[in-house]
């Protein structure tokens, strides 16, 4: 089988990145041939890949201006795209993340080459013009649900930009005027229960071509139970991730450490002394400090579409301390493999860390071994063997 896989960023970005590339892998090893259209915003590191040219967050305000109609219609990503398809007769294609780069434009071209089309939603922005479920201040907004997208240009959702908001907006009433995505699409894959549950709520169309397939997790629990001397945060530093409430309540707990792994357009006006920044660090520097970790703490603001974080953490002999949002409590089930707190409440994450640093250490091994037994589901064998399904079915359709 030949797989086409379109994603906006060529290199490791994100979560959506990094299912990308686990999948591109399990399917390699299946003797699956993959290639993947991305842009060319970042380093190429798989081949073989396609690239369109796309001007990223740092190009001139000319650039952007210049090419404003490609974020509604790409007529370069059809001319590659179709070229691609010409050359490589693909199987099938599998869509990540491809909104403000590729277009709504790539859906009827492999529609007219009668390729079966499936879509990951690693985001809301099927019903969420800046893709969060987020207001300018953070709060879970879910106005546009109905259809009424102005609500992000009044409100300025994106950033508090009006202007960004605006051209956000214009965006989602074109493709649900032009381009419905649920008409080219013919199998979409939600990465939780709690994705296709606020799907449904938008679009019952889109609901019956949804399959619920959660992200894969590598398994490789090390021997032996640890207890680090530190408390860590590990991932994308933005400000829906909750980062201003785990420092306050890092500053009411001055014997703790935490350590913060990651990168991000997020900037700290402040920092606690017990709080060091590692900065971003690679995938196997990255496992050393997440397994040497007490807990990792996720306080996200957002519906997490599947908090990736979450299982890698366990995946590693690592519990977690987690926000109840979104599909969190499909992964991080209270006082059993982790604990959980409310979103946003610094006291509440301050008494929840308190409780998880006085457990035993035979609680402490019981709740790592059970936080090991529950990723199961989430094994790449499943995700492999559910996702071939999906492809096969279509393709045989």
């Known amino acids: 089988m030949k797989i086409l896989q379109i994603n906006k960023y060529p290199s490791l970005k994100g979560g959506t990145e990094t299912v990308l590339f686990d999948t591109i892998r399990l399917l390699k090893a299946e003797g699956h041939d993959v290639i993947l259209l991305s842009t060319d915003e970042g380093e190429v590191v798989y081949n073989p890949t396609y690239t369109i040219s796309y001007p990223d967050r740092s190009a001139s305000l000319v650039e952007k201006i210049y090419n404003l109609p490609s974020f509604f219609y790409n007529r370069s990503a059809v001319k590659i795209l179709e070229s691609i398809i010409e050359k490589e007769k693909p199987d099938i294609a599998h869509i990540h993340l491809y909104h403000n780069s590729f277009s709504n434009s790539i859906l009827p071209v492999l529609k007219k080459y009668n390729i079966p089309i499936v879509m990951t939603l690693h985001e809301y922005r099927q019903i969420c013009p800046s893709y969060l479920l987020l207001d300018k201040n953070q709060q879970i907004c879910e106005r546009c649900i109905d259809g ?214 035979e609680k402490y091994a019981e709740m790592v071994k059970i936080g090991y037994q529950s990723l199961i589901k989430f094994s790449e064998d499943k995700y492999l063997e559910q996702l071939l399904s999906v492809y096969n079915g279509l393709i045989h359709k």
């Not at 549950?197 to 590598?218: E, G, L, W």
């Not at 001397?229 to 500053?251: I, N």
């Open 148 to 361: 009424n997208y102005l609500n992000c240009m009044f409100t300025r959702c994106a950033k508090g930009s009006f202007l960004e908001s605006t051209l956000l907006t214009m965006e989602m009433y074109y493709r649900r005027l032009f381009y419905k995505t649920e008409k080219y699409v013919d199998r979409f894959i939600c990465v939780s229960n709690f994705v296709y549950q606020k799907h449904q709520a938008f679009n019952r169309a889109m609901a019956d071509k949804s399959t619920v397939i959660y992200n894969p997790v590598k398994l490789n629990l090390s021997n032996g139970i640890k207890k680090g001397g530190y408390l860590l945060y590990f991932g994308r530093l933005s400000p829906e991730k909750g980062l201003p409430t785990l420092l306050s309540a890092m500053k009411q707990l001055p014997d703790l450490k935490l350590k913060i792994a990651g990168a991000g357009d997020w900037l700290f006006s402040e920092i606690p002394s017990n709080v060091e920044l590692l900065g971003f660090k690679g995938k196997e520097e990255l496992d050393s400090i997440i397994y040497n970790a007490w807990y990792t703490i996720v306080p996200s603001l957002s519906y997490e579409t599947f908090a990736l974080s979450c299982a890698e953490s366990m995946a590693q002999g690592t519990p977690v301390i987690a926000s109840d949002m979104g599909a969190i409590p499909e992964i991080v089930q209270h006082e059993e493999n982790g604990f959980l707190f409310e979103a946003r409440n610094v006291e509440n994450l301050k008494e929840t860390i308190s409780k998880a640093i006085m457990l035993s250490d």
